[in-house]
C-alpha cells in the first residue's frame, strides 16, 4: 500500500486570447440593442413569415399615400383630395395597433421569459438603458408608419407641379408639424404597447392585450360617443388613437373630421394631457416592472 498518490495534469493552449480592441462601453451597449430591436421589428435576419406583418404594414400604410399622388399627377385638381397631412395618420390608424400587437412581444416577452436579463443588465447597461433601448427601437419601427407615409405624401405633393420651387416653397411649413405628429404617434404607441408587453408571460397574450386596449378601446369609445350621454364627451378617450389625435391637433392644428375628437366638447389642451399622462403611465408600469426583475 503506496503512503499516497500523486496526481498529474496536462496544460493545453486552446487558443484563447484576451480581447484588446475597443470598449465601446455604456453607449455601444445601447446601441446595440437599439439596432438589435429594430431588426427584430422587422424580422431581419429571420424567416419571411415574421416579415409579414411588419412590412405588409408599412405597405399598407404607404399604399393610400401613393394612390393620393397618382390622382393628383393624372386628375389634378378635377377631384377632391383624398388625404392630408391632418386626417392620414388618423385614416391608417388601424394598422397601428396591428403592428404593436405583432412586434412590441417581440422586443420583451422573450427576454423576461427565457431570464436573459441579467446578462443585459451585468454591465455596463442599466435596467434604464434597456427599457429606454427598446422604446427607442420601437419608435423607430413605428416611425415607417407615422412618418414616412406622410413625408411621401409631402414629397408627391411637391412633384405633381410643374414649378417644384414655388411648390416646395409653399407646402415646406407643413414639415414641423409631420415630423412632430408621427413622432408624437411613435413615441406614445411605443410606450403603451411595451408597457402592456411587459406584463405578459407569452407574446400571444401580449399581443391579445393590445389588440384588446387599442381596437376593443375603440369600439366602446364609438359605441358609447354614438349612444350620447352625459359622458359621451368623454367617450374619446377610451381610445388611446382619439387621445393621440387631440393632442396632436392641440400641437399642430388641424381638425379631423373622422375622428371623436372634433365632436367632443373637452378642450383640446386636456388631449395633450391624456397624452402625457399616458405616455407617462406606461414608463411608470415599465419602470416597476423592470425594477423587481432580480439579477
Known sequence: MTAGTETTGTIYDIGYRRYDGPRLGRGGAVGAVVQAGVRAVFGLGRSGRSKIIPWGAVILAVLPAV???????????????????????????????????????????????????????????????????????????????????????????VLATDDLLTAFGSEVGSLPAIVGSGVLHAVVLASVGLAICSL?????????????????????????????????????????????????????????????????????????????????GSWLVLALRYRRITV
Open 67 to 157: 394612390v393620393a399622388v397618382s390622382i393628383r399627377v393624372l386628375a389634378g385638381d378635377l377631384i377632391p383630395e383624398l388625404y392630408n397631412y391632418e386626417n392620414y395618420l388618423w385614416q391608417i390608424g388601424a394598422l397601428f395597433s396591428i403592428f404593436v400587437a405583432a412586434q412590441a412581444p417581440e422586443l420583451v416577452v422573450n427576454d423576461i421569459r427565457h431570464r436573459v436579463l441579467p446578462l443585459y443588465f451585468s454591465r455596463p447597461m442599466s435596467r434604464f438603458d434597456y427599457v429606454a433601448a427598446k422604446l427607442a427601437a420601437l419608435a423607430l419601427g413605428l416611425l415607417a408608419l407615422t412618418l414616412v407615409p406622410v413625408l411621401v405624401l409631402f414629397i408627391g405633393r
Open 200 to 280: 405578459a408571460s407569452r407574446r400571444a397574450f401580449a399581443a391579445a392585450a393590445v389588440l384588446a386596449v387599442f381596437l376593443v378601446g375603440g369600439v366602446i369609445s364609438a359605441v358609447l360617443a354614438e349612444a350620447g350621454g352625459a359622458f359621451d364627451d368623454w367617450a374619446p378617450f377610451l381610445n388611446p388613437l382619439s387621445i393621440i389625435d387631440g393632442a396632436r391637433q392641440w400641437l399642430f392644428g388641424g381638425e379631423v373630421a373622422e375622428s371623436p375628437v372634433g365632436a367632443s366638447g373637452v378642450p383640446l389642451p386636456v388631449y395633450g394631457l391624456a397624452a402625457a399622462a399616458l405616455t407617462l
